[in-house]
């Protein structure tokens, strides 16, 4: 569990994940440009007119990457979504990850890169995952990215045997010229991550009953390439 | 928020989702706007066969915007009629809900759309 109070978690990730984001997207945005390799070939591969979601695509980074398939992206930040609407030709619209305005079995791929880690719970996380895989058609497929809890090469240094719930800074500098009422030039914002074990992404995935496709690890993250399981597919999995 | 949206939107309601009334979501008071888009005729073709061609013919009823073909065009015809072509792309991809709701017709739900963003964030008691 994230929070040692007794906070339910929808008002945990309200204070430390979703205000936070609304607060910092502009600031956000601008550094997040440049898309992950995996990601932009998983795009990049999909065939014409494939159609599918981004499910937490903040400022639209991947709506860039492929201007012959349609996304429909969805945040739960207003100020991200209206950046990501920019995109064209894909659309973007406000929803929570865990009440997808979407059909079930309606979509070629999915992807939801950096998002379900924001959710402050095992369950919470896990139904994320399956309402990711619910929207997926039968031969379709997502890419999920979370951070990894093994990542001692990075700044941050976390690695196994961490606990695996943290709060990571976020620094806005206000600039020199433009400081707050009480002079300082900077604000800190803290948000909350659940950092992933090696496999643990896989197990949810299967817990949900998904099917693990192909699964790696790139610049910090973990990432699986899932689908449903097929239909009278009594196997494990 | 462009009109092809419609076709992959449904109420985000859990118990609606069951329900075949909760998609398409139904325009109320909607103003619509165009802006220009560079014809992109590969994504045109290919996407016109995925799309649900009952839902986008019911939405572009309610809309009163002009009727839609019975089917859904094939890529050959599309090669052959520039016409079509430049209606088609301006309908789905152009054409956009600035400000209006959707609403659910199963449970009668309204979402918001302000500034072409639609809002599918549900009140507690919903979720």
């Not at chain 1, 012959?68 to 619209?93: C, M, Q, Y």
């Not at chain 1, 929207?135 to 001692?152: D, F, N, P, R």
């Not at chain 2, 599309?78 to 088609?88: M, P, R, S, Y």
Request: charged share 20%; with cysteine; proline share 5%.
């Amino acid at each position: 569990m994230a929070s040692s109070e007794d906070v339910h978690p929808t008002k945990y990730e309200e204070q430390h994940v979703h205000e936070v984001y609304q607060q910092i997207a502009s600031h956000f945005s601008s550094t997040r440009y440049k898309p992950w390799p995996i990601v932009e070939s998983f795009l990049q591969s999909l065939p014409p007119g494939s159609i599918g979601l981004d499910i937490g695509c903040g400022n639209g980074k991947y709506f860039t990457v492929n201007r012959d398939i349609f996304i429909i992206g969805s945040d739960r930040s207003t100020n991200l979504v209206k950046i990501a609407a920019t995109h064209e030709p894909h659309v973007a619209v406000v929803a929570d990850n865990l009440a997808l305005p979407h059909q079930a079995g309606r979509f070629e791929f999915a992807i939801s890169i950096a998002v379900v880690h924001h959710l402050s719970t095992l369950e919470r996380r896990r139904a994320a995952v399956s309402c990711i895989l619910e929207c997926l058609s039968q031969g379709g497929k997502a890419l999920i990215y979370v951070w990894a809890l093994e990542q001692k090469g990075s700044r941050r240094g976390w690695d196994e045997g961490h606990e695996q719930d943290v709060m990571v800074p976020w620094v806005m500098k206000t600039g020199k010229n433009n400081p707050h009422p009480d002079g300082t030039t900077e604000k800190t914002f803290q948000r909350y991550y659940h950092l992933y074990r090696s496999g643990e992404l896989e197990e949810d995935i299967r817990f949900m009953g998904g099917e693990v496709m192909e699964a790696g690890y790139e610049k910090d993250n973990w990432w699986v390439i899932c689908k449903r399981k097929a239909k009278g597919d009594a196997s494990g999995g | 928020m462009k009109l092809l949206t419609l076709n992959f939107l449904t109420c985000a309601v859990k118990t609606c989702k069951s329900s075949s009334a909760s998609f398409p979501l139904h325009p109320k008071n909607c103003e619509l706007v165009s802006d220009t888009l560079a014809p992109n005729p590969k994504l045109l073709a290919n996407i016109l066969p995925r799309l649900d061609w009952a839902a986008l013919s019911t939405i572009a009823l309610e809309l009163n915007l002009p009727t839609l073909p019975e089917n859904a065009p094939s890529p050959e015809s599309l090669a052959e009629n520039e016409q079509l072509t430049k209606d088609l792309h301006s309908l789905l991809l152009e054409t956009q809900i600035s400000e209006g709701a959707l609403v659910c017709a199963n449970c009668g739900h309204e979402y918001a759309i302000k500034e072409g963003i639609a809002n599918f964030l549900l009140p507690n008691h919903l979720v």
